[in-house]
């Protein structure tokens, strides 16, 4: 496939200098819409308990704020480096678990990634956080773990679901979702609340479960 430079518009450069400055300036904050930082911090709660699709600095911080964070990660070198900071910061309310993504003709709904979510039970989970591989399966197996009131937040949504973002790679109303998968996602959470955040580069939405 050929590559294309349609994004590169004054408007993208001017939000993606922000976001570097961003990013620099806050070092310790989860790589997610700016916007979804902010409304996170002031909400999450300190008896909040959490499962969360894709490790990294966003693992440190979100466990600084709930009772206990159960973290999901596919890539052994960066489970390796995030456990070496987990073991730093002496930090005992983390779950993690390294599960490599599997051979294509392993469907995603069987991979081991995925199926961390049976270790939980129905409405146990306050949040969850799809930010790593899988994420529309990871989305359709943790509906049923969230409590009624509990948050769904799906990182670079843009890509996946309809929108009227101008992020690069994002999905037009006309086009609808990426794939059959999403299409399911969006019919089970499109009737949800939600908070949909842009930084112009990418977009982190916040779903409410009834």
Known sequence: MARTFRHLTLRY???????????RTHPDTPWLAPAAIDFLTGYLLASDD????????STLWFARRVHHISSVEHNPEWYAKISGKI??????NISYFLHPKQEDSIPACESEYVKTTAIFK??????VLVDGTYRA??????????????ILGIDNVNRYLPSLSSAPNSRSPQEG??????????????????????????DTAIYFKP
């Open 13 to 23: 450069i001017f939000d993606r200098l922000v976001e570097k400055s961003y990013r």
């Open 50 to 57: 959490m499962l969360e699709f894709g490790s990294g600095r």
């Open 87 to 92: 073991s730093d910061f002496s930090i005992t």
């Open 122 to 127: 129905p409405s146990s989970l306050d949040v």
């Open 137 to 150: 399966q990871c989305v359709l197996q943790s509906l049923p773990l969230l409590k009624s009131g509990g």
């Open 177 to 202: 979702p990426i794939d059959e998968e999403w299409q399911q996602v969006l019919e089970l959470i499109g009737s949800w609340r939600y908070f949909w955040s842009s930084n112009g580069v990418s």
